[in-house]
């Protein structure tokens, strides 16, 4: 079945990095966009940016721009969200998600999430 | 950025009425091109991701019982549970995917009376 695996919880102290990783199975890889969204304990859902599996293109959201990147390994059908310069304000569960848009836009709604990779940044 | 509101922040409903949840963007969220509405419903239960519901402002994702419809264009949308059941309990959340950056709803808490 369509499933997107994440990687377990890390824990981190501020100022370190963190890359967590997500693989796609079960659907062709190549023909979604797949997006990093993020939730602090107890608050919303906050989108961080996407990455075109098939070309590996990114667009990152400006709060993140300075310190994320999302890369990819079409081999193992898995992409990686790095962030750097952790803060306790990093605290967060970290989701990867499929984007569905019928036409292979960029622009879709998220049909399929990953279980989530909790990162308390903490000293 | 475009602002995603909803209300209200939370309701209780009695088991078997009706839920209705309120959801406005800062700009209209319909492609002239394809006369779409770039909006979505997600479900969130404790401990789990969000679940799709509604996408296309009103088209129902397989699966999710016929009991929620998503309605409403341009920049006022609404979400109907139109028979509360105990699994209906969760935070829900509008989402705009018209343009980046993607930005959700603040979210609506459903609990039973």
């Known amino acids: 079945q369509m499933q997107l695996v994440q990687s377990g919880a890390e824990v981190k102290k501020p100022g370190a990095s963190v890359k967590v990783s997500c693989k796609a199975s079960g659907y062709t890889f190549s023909g979604y966009y797949l997006h990093w969204v993020r939730q602090a304990p107890g608050q919303g859902l906050e989108w961080m940016g996407r990455i ?26 898995t992409i990686y969200m790095e962030l750097l310069r952790l803060t306790s304000d990093d605290t967060a569960v970290y989701y990867c998600a499929r984007a569905r848009s019928g036409n292979g836009s960029p622009l879709g709604y998220f049909d399929l999430w990953g279980r989530g990779t909790l990162v308390p940044v903490s000293s | ?34 006369n779409k509405n770039y ?8 401990g789990q991701p969000p679940k799709l519901l509604v996408y296309w402002a009103s088209t129902r994702e397989s699966g999710v ?49």
């Open chain 2, 65 to 113: 019982s016929d009991r929620i419809s998503g309605s409403g264009s341009g920049t006022d949308f609404t979400l109907t549970i139109s028979s509360l059941q105990a699994e209906d309990v969760a935070v829900y959340y509008c989402q705009q995917y018209y343009s980046t950056p993607f930005t959700f709803g603040p979210g609506t808490k459903v609990d039973i009376k």
């Open chain 1, 52 to 77: 075109n599996p098939n070309s590996g293109e990114t667009h990152y959201a400006q709060n993140f721009q300075a310190r994320v990147t999302m890369t990819r390994d079409t081999s193992i059908t």
């Open chain 2, 39 to 46: 909006l979505a419903w997600y479900q969130q239960k404790p």
């Open chain 2, 1 to 34: 950025d475009i602002v995603m509101t909803q209300s209200p922040d939370s309701l209780a409903v009695s088991l078997g009425e009706r839920a209705t949840i309120n959801c406005k963007s800062s700009q209209s969220l319909l492609y002239s091109s394809n």
